[in-house]
């Protein structure tokens, strides 16, 4: 989409990253970490600065304590975390369970591992956890739940009640949870983030997993970080070791800095993203699109269902074509996607490019209403 959104000149409020600029004093940071001669290989599990930094603003999210030493391992954005977590547990013959629609890098992890993805529909219009079907399809070779909140594309959130029944599915087994938590952060109308580490059980047999890419606007950094109980972050860390062994000594500098500087950092996302969200759902009130308001996460669905009957796929590409803007069908995240007639919009862009990319897709709502 992104490509052709190049070639067709078209705006792309498609694929998932800021097009504003970072703040300038991370940019600063980053080059006085270089100037003061951080340039050599940082330490495996990461810079100890860094994770003393994390170490504190998990403990203040979260409660409880967290130990930066065994428990905390800096990693090549979430996605190597992910990676080298599903290597970690997964072997041959092995199964994994992943909710459709699934962040595209969790198959893969698990293939490569040589075990199987198993894939559970999460159904449109709710997206909601069937807990009994999770319950029916574990299987004594099931190592892993892979578990995503906020979630990228269903622009849903988990409760706690989801937690619990999370715990309750894991309890007395084998099974380890890889938590997908890039979006901490971005959760909308006073709803609290449901993360394993604010769940004693769960914590204990959790792999969580945040990114510095989302939460700084930088999804170029390709700085995340791993949580887990000391036996799940020394196996993570056999993988990692020989993956990408140590992550930018610069960046990991930098960003404990900024983190010294600003400790609140993290917490304006969800008033800075509730604020494009709305504004993009206003521009479009009155479209004949509809727009379930996103829970969370960088992105809010555009449901087109009452003025085309069509397939999410040829949407995607009426918009393109026909509006000039670059969205993403959700059918691409699933193993067999069901009827579909919601695209995913990013709102992670400049109040122009959203103003922008709501005009034309009013228009293009109005052009289907008179056809
Ligand atoms: C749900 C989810 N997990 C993981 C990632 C990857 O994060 P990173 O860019 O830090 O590798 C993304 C990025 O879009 C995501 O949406």
Same mark, same amino acid.
């Given at each position: 989409?992104?490509?052709?959104?190049?070639?067709?000149?078209?705006?792309?409020?498609?694929?998932?990253?800021?097009?504003?600029?970072?703040?300038?004093?991370?940019?600063?940071?980053?080059?006085?970490?270089?100037?003061?001669?951080?340039? #050599?290989?940082?330490?495996?599990?990461?810079?100890?600065?860094?994770?003393?930094?994390?170490?504190?603003?998990?403990?203040?999210?979260?409660?409880?304590?967290?130990?930066?030493?065994?428990?905390?391992?800096?990693?090549?954005?979430?996605?190597?975390?992910?990676?080298?977590?599903?290597?970690?547990?997964?072997?041959?013959?092995?199964?994994?369970?992943?909710?459709?629609p699934?962040?595209?890098?969790?198959?893969?992890?698990?293939?490569?591992?040589?075990?199987?993805?198993?894939?559970?529909?999460?159904m449109p219009p709710?997206?909601?956890?069937?807990?009994?079907?999770?319950?029916?399809?574990?299987?004594?070779?099931?190592?892993?739940?892979?578990?995503?909140?906020?979630?990228?594309?269903?622009?849903?959130?988990?409760?706690?009640?989801?937690?619990?029944?999370?715990?309750?599915?894991?309890?007395?087994?084998?099974?380890?949870?890889?938590?997908?938590?890039?979006?901490?952060?971005?959760?909308?109308?006073?709803?609290?983030?449901?993360?394993?580490?604010?769940?004693?059980?769960?914590?204990?047999?959790?792999?969580?997993?945040?990114?510095?890419?989302?939460?700084?606007?930088?999804?170029?950094?390709?700085?995340?970080?791993?949580?887990?109980?000391?036996?799940?972050?020394?196996?993570?860390?056999?993988?990692?070791?020989?993956?990408?062994?140590?992550?930018?000594?610069?960046?990991?500098?930098?960003?404990?800095?900024?983190?010294?500087?600003?400790? #609140?950092?993290?917490?304006?996302?969800?008033?800075?993203?509730?604020?494009?969200?709305?504004?993009?759902?206003?521009?479009?009130?009155?479209?004949?699109?509809?727009?379930?308001?996103?829970?969370?996460?960088?992105?809010?669905l555009?449901d087109f269902g009452?003025?085309?009957?069509?397939g999410d796929l040829?949407f995607?590409?009426?918009?393109?074509?026909?509006?000039?803007?670059?969205?993403?069908p959700l059918s691409?995240f699933y193993?067999?996607p069901p009827q579909l007639s919601v695209v995913?919009?990013?709102?992670?862009?400049?109040?122009?490019?959203?103003?922008?990319?709501?005009?034309?897709?009013?228009?293009?709502?109005?052009?289907?209403?008179?056809?």
């Amino acid at each position: 989409m992104s490509r052709r959104a190049r070639e067709l000149g078209a705006l792309n409020v498609g694929q998932g990253f800021p097009d504003y600029d970072i703040d300038p004093r991370l940019a600063e940071l980053t080059a006085e970490a270089m100037r003061q001669g951080h340039n #050599q290989y940082a330490p495996m599990e990461g810079v100890v600065e860094l994770r003393e930094r994390i170490a504190r603003k998990l403990a203040a999210s979260y409660g409880g304590e967290f130990d930066p030493q065994s428990q905390i391992t800096v990693t090549l954005g979430a996605t190597e975390a992910i990676y080298s977590a599903v290597q970690a547990v997964v072997g041959p013959g092995e199964e994994a369970i992943a909710f459709d629609p699934a962040y595209d890098s969790y198959e893969p992890a698990v293939r490569l591992a040589g075990g199987r993805c198993v894939r559970l529909p999460l159904m449109p219009p709710d997206f909601r956890y069937d807990w009994d079907r999770v319950r029916a399809t574990i299987a004594p070779r099931t190592r892993l739940i892979l578990f995503n909140t906020p979630h990228n594309p269903a622009c849903t959130t988990a409760t706690a009640d989801d937690l619990d029944a999370l715990a309750a599915i894991t309890r007395d087994r084998d099974i380890v949870v890889l938590s997908d938590e890039v979006y901490e952060h971005v959760i909308f109308d006073g709803r609290v983030h449901a993360s394993v580490l604010s769940h004693p059980e769960l914590r204990q047999r959790s792999f969580a997993i945040f990114s510095f890419g989302k939460t700084l606007h930088a999804t170029g950094l390709r700085v995340g970080y791993c949580v887990a109980p000391p036996e799940l972050t020394g196996e993570l860390r056999k993988v990692h070791q020989f993956n990408t062994f140590s992550i930018a000594n610069p960046l990991q500098s930098a960003i404990a800095a900024y983190l010294v500087e600003k400790p #609140q950092t993290g917490h304006e996302l969800a008033g800075f993203f509730q604020a494009k969200r709305d504004r993009l759902c206003k521009a479009l009130a009155g479209s004949g699109f509809a727009l379930p308001p996103a829970q969370g996460t960088f992105f809010q669905l555009l449901d087109f269902g009452r003025l085309l009957p069509c397939g999410d796929l040829e949407f995607a590409e009426r918009a393109l074509t026909d509006a000039r803007v670059a969205t993403i069908p959700l059918s691409p995240f699933y193993a067999e996607p069901p009827q579909l007639s919601v695209v995913r919009l990013c709102i992670a862009k400049k109040d122009q490019t959203l103003d922008e990319a709501a005009a034309r897709l009013a228009d293009l709502g109005a052009k289907l209403r008179n056809s």
